[in-house]
């Protein structure tokens, strides 16, 4: 007979919610929550104010809920202890010798990826996202790159849990068409992103894995388009090279 540790229930829900806030294209209202939890309305205040009182979470000017301070020193914390951030700096960063443009890292977070590090690029025109900022599946190199390596069954189903929202004009919203890009993309190990999370913007990504073949984070390089190399094994080489090199570290 298992035994059902007390709390445990009070708990999960305290962290459906805070994830619920946390992967929120913005920030949510108290509507929005209700909606989306299924929970009743005193359940929920007494969840948002179990959190608001840690300060995980805070209200907005606006009646909008975001995530608290104290989120940043956990963050901070376990960055600084992430193995796979460690392992990869010194190949993060001969990545962005090579290219000459701005290297993200991003491990899966719910139905986003998280960007876990980050070398900028040295040219003047850079990137504008920041270490911890969630990003989408769907549109980003790195999330696409994480899809790539997965197996087929477990691609469909994340690809089927996505919201797959439209932001840019290029965006792929259709989980067919997404899905027949990955699968194309996995007969060669990288995928490309021409503009879908953002206008100007072109990313080559490829997936990062553990020593059970199972992907654990996305790698991928970044560029203006205007700055766009014709030849893409500008990119592409030394990116693979990249994440092998990160891939066979972690196997080890």
């Given at each position: 007979?298992?035994?059902?540790?007390?709390?445990?229930?009070?708990?999960?829900?305290?962290?459906?919610?805070?994830?619920?806030?946390a992967?929120?294209?913005?920030?949510?209202?108290l509507?929005n929550?209700?909606?989306?939890?299924?929970?009743?309305?005193?359940?929920?205040?007494?969840?948002?104010?179990?959190?608001?009182?840690?300060?995980?979470?805070?209200?907005?000017?606006?009646?909008?809920?975001?995530?608290?301070?104290?989120?940043?020193?956990?963050?901070?914390?376990?960055?600084?202890?992430?193995?796979?951030?460690?392992?990869?700096?010194?190949?993060?960063?001969?990545l962005?010798?090579?290219?000459?443009?701005?290297?993200?890292?991003?491990?899966?977070?719910?139905?986003q990826?998280?960007?876990?590090?980050?070398?900028?690029?040295?040219?003047?025109?850079?990137?504008?996202?920041?270490?911890?900022?969630?990003?989408?599946?769907?549109?980003?190199?790195?999330?696409?790159?994480?899809?790539?390596?997965?197996?087929?069954?477990?691609?469909?189903?994340?690809?089927?849990?996505?919201?797959?929202?439209?932001?840019?004009?290029?965006?792929?919203?259709?989980?067919?068409?997404?899905?027949?890009?990955?699968?194309?993309?996995?007969?060669?190990?990288?995928?490309?992103?021409?503009?879908?999370?953002?206008?100007?913007?072109?990313?080559?990504?490829?997936?990062?894995?553990?020593?059970?073949?199972?992907p654990?984070?996305?790698?991928?390089?970044?560029?203006?388009?205007?700055?766009?190399?014709?030849?893409?094994?500008?990119?592409?080489q030394?990116?693979?090279?990249?994440?092998?090199?990160?891939?066979?570290?972690?196997?080890h």
């Open positions: 007979m298992n035994k059902v540790i007390q709390g445990t229930k009070s708990f999960s829900r305290n962290i459906e919610i805070l994830q619920l806030i992967d929120a294209p913005r920030p949510p209202t509507t929550i209700l909606d989306a939890s299924g929970l009743t309305r005193p359940t929920l205040y007494r969840v948002l104010a179990a959190l608001e009182a840690e300060l995980l979470i805070v209200i907005r000017p606006e009646k909008r809920y975001s995530l608290g301070p104290r989120l940043i020193s956990l963050a901070r914390n376990a960055l600084a202890n992430n193995d796979i951030r460690q392992i990869a700096r010194e190949d993060l960063e001969r962005g010798d090579e290219t000459g443009e701005t290297v993200h890292l991003a491990i899966p977070s719910g139905n990826m998280v960007i876990i590090d980050k070398i900028e690029s040295r040219e003047v025109v850079r990137m504008a996202s920041v270490i911890g900022m969630l990003v989408p599946f769907h549109t980003t190199g790195v999330g696409k790159a994480f899809l790539v390596g997965l197996k087929a069954q477990k691609m469909s189903d994340l690809i089927n849990r996505l919201p797959m929202e439209k932001i840019t004009s290029f965006t792929t919203t259709d989980p067919e068409k997404l899905q027949q890009k990955i699968i194309n993309a996995q007969k060669e190990g990288f995928i490309h992103d021409d503009q879908e999370n953002e206008k100007g913007i072109v990313c080559y990504g490829a997936p990062i894995f553990d020593a059970t073949g199972e654990v984070a996305g790698v991928s390089v970044s560029t203006p388009s205007f700055r766009l190399d014709e030849n893409s094994a500008h990119y592409t030394p990116l693979m090279t990249c994440a092998k090199a990160i891939s066979d570290k972690l196997s």
